[in-house]
Every structure is written in structure tokens, then in C-alpha cells.
């Protein structure tokens, strides 16, 4: 028996489970797990479900999409690995965290390249066998350098684009074409410390937590829907540098997690929030 995830967004309204699970169970599929949340403030349910059965499920949509509200989001997928494409710049901790993860078949994704705006990493893809693909952004307008990296990008058609400390702000055009594709780590706990140098910022306030912060991309910089946080605790004795090594760590983690929820399909978009469902 083949295992089919559906994922369900619509708007709230009574017998919505009720009506779904009989549409499974009169195709003769089978439900081994389930999850479903209601947000009562926009009247929203998100349903995600594990089932098995025939090896085509895609008639599913279309009988469930005539019991459901006008506008629900159907969408069937498979599990199994998805790929990637990873950009970064100068720092290694993210990209390498990610290497390690699928050399040892722990990321559930393919990275099929990694794109830099310099070269710094490409000694560290090239270890595990990986294109490298230098981009410059150096004597060029935004435009020019976004149409060289969608270019790059597009020739290996990922299915997210991970931006693994790219520091770099993208355009709208750039983030438009790749919408909720895209997924971001960054370096302090959102929606505080927005932009360069968190950590230094951090330090000024003397704050008590650090944290990271993996989301997705919008044209607004750092305010696009969060997917995962954590954070860790320092008092007085700690540097700028210290918090920023710690931080590191967070980061690396965290962007790990995240994406493993995405990889997943255990994560909702809705509106500017998350719905996961782990």
C-alpha cells in the first residue's frame, strides 16, 4: 500500500472532518494519522492527513472539492525527498550542517548545488562532491545579479531555495518568483534585532535570551511567516563574540528543524502566521 499525504486549508464551518474522512473511506483509503486545527480568529481549518490506499489518489481532489467550502486549498502529496538549492556567502556553519545531513541521509532532501555571491564555500562543497556556482554581485545592478542567480538556480529546479546565511536583501521581483519557496535563517530571535549585526545589537540592549529565527521570505525584510525559533540564555558575562558563536549554534539547528517541517509538509501558511503540525 503506497502512503498519500493530504493537506487541507479552507474556510471553518461544521462537519468539515466528518465530511473529508468519508470522502477517504468511501474511495477505500485507509487514515493512519491525522491532524487538524481550527483558528477561531480567522475561522480557518487546516487538516493534514497520512492515509493509504490505490496508488492514485488525485480523484480524491476533485470529490473532495465539492464538499468543501468555495476556495479550498485540495493538494495531494507523496512523502519522499524533495531538492534544494542552498546559497550562502561567506559563512559555513549553516551549509555545513545541511552537508552533513544529507552525506548522512538524515536531511530528507537533495541538495542538487550551492550558489555563493563569493567563492569562500566552494572548497567545502566541493568535499562533498556538490556543484559550486559563483554568482558576484560585484560591478552589477540588483537586476542583472538576481537574473544571473534565478538563472543558476533555475537550471537545477528545486523545490525550495535555502538561503543558508546569504547576505544578501532580495528584491520583490526576486522573491515574487520563487513565492513560499523560499526559507531564510536568521540571526536573531524575530521580530527583534531586524537587520546587520544582531548580536552586537543584542549586546548593546543587554539582553538575558539569544535566539535564531528560520522563516519565509517576503518582500518585507525579516517578516515573513515563521516557521521555527529557539533560543538560548546569556547574562552580562557574555561578549558581543560569544553571543555570536552561540548564536552560530542556534542557527544551524534551528534552520535544520525548519526545514525537515517543510520537507515534511507539515507546515500551513496562513497569512503572515504558521499552522505546523508536527
Known amino acids: 500500500m503506497k502512503t498519500h499525504l493530504l493537506l487541507i486549508d ?18 477505500g483509503f485507509n487514515i493512519i494519522r491525522n491532524a487538524e486545527f481550527v483558528d477561531e480568529a480567522a475561522s480557518r481549518f487546516f487538516m493534514r492527513t497520512e492515509f ?45 550542517e545541511l552537508l552533513i545531513r544529507q552525506a548522512y541521509k538524515e536531511l530528507g532532501a537533495e541538495i542538487r548545488a550551492v550558489i555563493g555571491n563569493h567563492s569562500t564555500l566552494k572548497p567545502l562543497a566541493d568535499q ?54 523560499l526559507i531564510n535563517i ?16 543584542a549586546y548593546n540592549r543587554g539582553v538575558k535570551i539569544i535566539g535564531a529565527t528560520a522563516h519565509f521570505v517576503t518582500e518585507e525584510l525579516d517578516h515573513g511567516p515563521i516557521i521555527c525559533q529557539d533560543i538560548f540564555p546569556v547574562d552580562h558575562t557574555h561578549s558581543a563574540r560569544q553571543m555570536a558563536q552561540t548564536g552560530r ?3 544551524k539547528s534551528v534552520l535544520a528543524r525548519a526545514l525537515r517541517l517543510v ?16
Open 52 to 96: 493509504t490506499g490505490a496508488p492514485d489518489p488525485h480523484p480524491l481532489v476533485d470529490r473532495l472539492s465539492q464538499n468543501l467550502p468555495p476556495k479550498a486549498r485540495v493538494r495531494l502529496a507523496s512523502p519522499g525527498s524533495r531538492s534544494l538549492v542552498v546559497l550562502v556567502t561567506k559563512e559555513h556553519h549553516c551549509l555545513a
Open 10 to 27: 479552507c474556510a471553518d464551518e461544521p462537519g468539515l472532518i466528518h465530511k473529508i474522512t468519508g470522502v477517504l473511506l468511501h474511495g
Open 263 to 278: 520537507l515534511e509538509e507539515r507546515v500551513f501558511l496562513n497569512g503572515l502566521r504558521t499552522v505546523i503540525f508536527d
Open 186 to 201: 536568521h540571526h536573531s530571535f524575530l521580530p527583534a534585532f531586524i537587520g546587520a549585526e544582531p548580536y552586537l545589537q
Open 249 to 251: 549554534d542556534i542557527e
Open 128 to 181: 562533498f562532491g556538490l556543484p559550486f556556482i559563483h554568482v558576484s554581485h560585484l560591478d552589477k545592478t540588483r537586476d542583472e545579479h538576481e537574473a544571473e542567480l534565478s538563472a543558476a538556480i533555475d537550471q537545477h529546479a528545486p523545490d525550495y531555495i535555502v538561503l543558508a546565511k546569504y547576505m544578501r536583501i532580495l528584491g520583490g521581483s526576486f522573491v515574487r518568483r520563487y513565492e513560499n519557496r
